[in-house]
């Protein structure tokens, strides 16, 4: 029998459908795929690169638990420089970006403690903060206010058991960026209680509209704040599994203890290829950030001539979370879509409860597929 804690959370919903596609079409099934959050494109050549001459010239070895010092030193110097965060490279941890959610939940929650969230969040925080004997609390975010936390709502659920907040900005899976004055008013509250926020910044780089705005940066934040990134999405760097943490030295010692006794150190080579992804010429990057944007239009576009269906409109990241007015709940309509119409999404309320009535599309595909996709799933709707 495993653990209670194990049978206390299901496995991850974002997962488990892109582990059903992969087999669907190892099955000679032509599914369109909008469930797995990762960009279509390979990693840029000058990273590969990278990546090829560090094993060559025999990097295969372990690191120091926290990172090599050249890519801790670059995190923060760039993290510095884009966000103003008040950081140097003793401020940085190495890891890839869950793996330092999963070690944060378990150095910062105690059992019963209580963690706010917003509703709808990415799948796995809430497992993490279960794992770790904590209860997810969350605050329900609006379609009308396109997901945006309201700072009164973050105030009206602290109680004091509140050990942290989570942020995520821009958002898995609404796309909604949080704006600068809304952070400001988080931070005060959060420093005002002496609440822990872990802000997961991981889409920093993908955004549409405006600047992205880490909470860190407010005067005082920063001794409050465990920022979490990478890049497995601005780099097309999925595979690769490396991100890191920010925070205050004595947090990433702390978090040190829990990575030297699990993963030792994030893959040697790795580490390498990130210190030139992150300090290497930007323009693959920022091309695929142009692409994204015009898949979104292209996406929103299309979908918003469903009958029924509307869109919030996505300011980062590269999720639409169309909401549809059908009465059939969103895990059922996934299943029926993918079913019937070859075409995967990720149900809405594997995001939170309040994701019931929405679905999940990642439009980190092609424009073909793009419009394949929203063509099946046209058709499907039409049939129900
Ligand atoms: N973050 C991506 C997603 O939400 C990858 C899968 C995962 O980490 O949950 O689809």
Redesign the pocket.
Known sequence: MVSKRLQAIPA?G??AI?NLVSQMKSEGVDVVSF????PDFTTPGNVIDAACESLRSGNTHYTPSLGIPALRRAVAETTRDRNGVPCDASNVLITPC?QAIFMIALAYIDPGDEVILADPS???YEACIRLAGGVPVYVPTRFEDNFVLDPALVEAAITPRTKMIILNTPS??TGAVIPSDVLRQIADIAMSRGIKVMSDE?YESIIYEGRHTSIASFPGMFDNTIIVSGVSKSHAM?GWRLGWAIAPEEDIKAINKLQSHSISCAVSFVQDATVEAITGPQDARDAMVREFRKRRDLAMDLISEIPGFECNIPQGAFYIFPKYNRDIPSAKLAEVLLREGHVAV?PGTAFGPGGEGFFRV?YATSEDMIVEGISRIKKVMGQL
Request: proline share 6%; net charge neutral.
């Open positions: 991850s974002t997962i892109s469930s797995m959050g990762e869950k990415w799948v796995s898995n899976p991981i999925t990720t990642s």
